[in-house]
């Protein structure tokens, strides 16, 4: 695409800024630093039991990226049984998501939201993200874009994406957008 140099008022750059970026503040106002995905750790007690629990999760997402949903399923309720912990529910709900149990699925994101604690939050964020896909794949877009939020403010990119997709004006704006630049060829 070419490069065209626009000439924008201040004040229209910050209403595009605010349809593509609508979780980053305005030039106008201070900065708010949100953190990366990548620097997203979950913080959990170091119990033999915990450790068990990890143990067996990370076999349930091996188990999945197989394909053998039943196995994993089991794997993660021994993971469960050994602690309850929000991150396994998140990953089951991942697991019940690909063999087509959205229902249930979302059940194991609301309680892992329940659960997560704020020491939890790439867990948090991960579950968000999952139940606004699902809240999407449903068509009910208020509960997604509250989840994408949620997610983006604690740092996803992929969060963030989202709610610029399924903002209205946004879409408005990229269709505008692209009929001048294909006026301008």
Known sequence: ???VNLKLSSHDRQVLESIFNPLELSSTQPSVSVPCESELAD???????????RELELQGVLLTEKGSFDEALK?????????????VLNNRAQTLRLAKRDGEALDDLNKALEMASDQQSRTKCHAHCQRGV???????????????????????????????????????????LRKAFDQLQ
Not at 75 to 87: D, E, M
Not at 168 to 173: K, T, V
Request: aromatic share 8%; with cysteine.
């Open 75 to 87: 794997v993660f309720q021994l993971a469960l049984n050994q602690a309850q912990r929000a991150s």
């Open 1 to 3: 695409m070419p490069q």
């Open 134 to 176: 699902l809240y999407r794949k449903l068509d009910n877009l208020d509960a997604a874009r509250s989840d994408f939020e949620a997610a983006a403010q604690l740092g996803s990119k992929f969060a963030r994406e989202q709610l610029v997709e399924i903002n209205p004006f946004a879409a408005l704006c990229n269709q505008m």
């Open 43 to 53: 913080v959990e007690p170091d119990t033999e039991a915990v450790r068990s629990s």
